[in-house]
């Protein structure tokens, strides 16, 4: 059943809402809207009217949110936020550009695609891309994304998951921890300050096992949300790191960082690119999906 028309509040008054909520003050959000005092009243009054509910309560100076207006206010901040993304795409591609975008990994981002991007506008002049960071998979329903880069197993509803590449992590340090130490076996190890990804925290314990070396507590160390920090914590001399090959290729070739041992280990997970259900043809996702195959 589709709402009827006048049932649906503006986007106006939507912002006033959202804005006196933000405030917590009517005259202060009209200061933001340039708008009067009496003009956002009247807008809050309007949407309160139109949902027959009270949205705002007013304590002293200030007003406050109702419960009905606490429930309401995430749902009026995603969708102002979805609004003004889809004015932003719509001016990006107003000069007839193609638009792509695409959320990946904030590391694998930052460190690799940013570096290989160029090459991919070079080849495909005239596409302009927007590009967001997310750690952990979301709906896509609720999302206007035509690419997603996926570490995990290719499950993700209401879209197609394509094999990208594995994930191979070697143990690295600084030159100065690795030539203060005689790491000649996995074992060597056990007792060094170890770094962590706090999303992988048996990473260490794998690899030990991998490394045959199932007795070693690989628990210890400093924790990290982001293999950038690691990576940055490692250069520093905070400890030893399991880092991927692919993210530490310029700190390896300068000498920043040094393989402490030659045991790579392969992870359980891989790389995915994930396209969403009718997506998949757009000339956007389909050029950037094969420029990804073939860079890797």
């Known amino acids: 059943m589709k709402l009827s028309r006048t049932l649906i509040p503006d986007l106006a008054i939507l912002q006033a809402f959202e804005c006196a909520a933000r405030h917590g003050n009517f005259t202060q959000a009209a200061a933001e809207l340039q708008l009067t005092q009496s003009a956002v009243s009247r807008q ?12 705002f309560e007013r304590i002293r100076k200030r007003v406050v949110l109702s419960p009905a207006g606490k429930a309401m206010l995430p749902d009026v901040i995603h969708l102002l936020g979805q609004t003004e993304d889809m004015v932003l795409r719509a001016m990006a591609s107003s000069d007839g550009k193609n638009t792509l975008t695409v959320a990946t990994l904030p590391t694998f981002g930052s460190r690799w695609l940013m570096r290989h991007l160029p090459d991919f506008l070079k080849a495909n002049p005239g596409t302009v891309v927007n590009i967001t960071s997310r750690s952990e998979p979301f709906d896509l329903g609720a999302e206007d994304f035509d690419v997603v880069i996926h570490y995990g197993q290719p499950v993700w509803a209401h879209a197609t998951c394509t094999y990208l590449c594995n994930e191979v992590v070697v143990p690295v340090g600084n030159p100065a921890l690795v030539g203060s130490r005689d790491i000649r076996s996995a074992s060597d190890l056990r007792n060094e300050p170890l770094l962590h990804l706090a999303a992988r925290p048996k990473l260490w314990t794998e690899w030990f096992e991998a490394s045959h070396c199932e007795e070693a507590s690989a628990y210890h160390g400093h924790r990290f949300d982001q293999f950038s920090m690691i990576i940055e914590a490692a250069r520093q001399g905070l400890g030893f790191a399991l880092l991927p090959r692919y993210l530490i290729e310029e700190e390896i070739a300068s000498g920043q960082l040094l393989v402490a041992l ?12 994930v396209t969403p259900d009718g997506k998949q043809g ?5 050029l950037f999906q094969e420029w990804l195959l073939s860079q890797v």
């Open 44 to 55: 809050i009054r309007t949407l309160e009217m139109q949902l027959g509910v009270t949205l």
């Open 262 to 273: 030659d045991c790579p280990m392969a992870t359980v997970n891989s790389y995915y690119i």
């Open 282 to 286: 757009t000339p956007a996702a389909r």
